[in-house]
């Protein structure tokens, strides 16, 4: 993959090719979208100076909605089989999906949701449909942060 948007590149690198590629079509996409409101959209201008903070944001936001949201999925799922069946445990195929590796999987998500947390970016920031919804995000997102720093 081209290195254009690095933080893209950090966040699939890990991943099964295809996921990945799908990711960062996602992210190339966006991006011009947004490029083209932050150059012609007088109310989104000010994001010019946070460029790098939207590719940031964005990329955060591809991330959770393809990877964090299916781990959730996990989760939802090992706990509802679990507790309907009284097993210990998933099998799917030759993968044995376990309560420790549930217990893993929800640690990193709660390890995720305090680094969220940290920064006042919350889950609904990622839960847009369109670009010009996540514009309108980072319009909130900077409200909170301008009144975060007033508040101190």
Do not use: C
């Amino acid at each position: 993959m081209p290195k254009e948007y690095p933080i893209i590149n950090i966040f699939t690198s890990q991943l099964p090719k295809e996921l990945a590629v799908r990711m960062y079509n996602e992210f190339q996409d966006r991006m011009k979208t947004v490029m083209w409101q932050v150059q012609n959209v007088e109310r989104y201008k000010f994001l010019n100076d946070h460029i790098k903070l939207v590719e940031d944001i964005l990329a955060l936001s591809i991330f959770h909605r393809r990877v964090v949201a299916s781990l959730d999925g996990a989760l939802t799922f090992f706990r509802t089989v679990t507790q309907m069946s009284g097993a210990t445990g998933i099998s799917i195929g030759k993968y044995e999906f376990t309560a420790e590796e549930k217990n893993k999987l929800l640690s990193l998500t709660i390890s995720y949701r305090q680094l969220l947390k940290k920064f006042l970016i919350t889950q609904d920031m990622f839960e847009f449909q369109d670009t010009r919804e996540f514009m309108r995000i980072l319009l909130r997102l900077k409200q909170l942060w301008e009144n975060a720093e007033t508040n101190e």
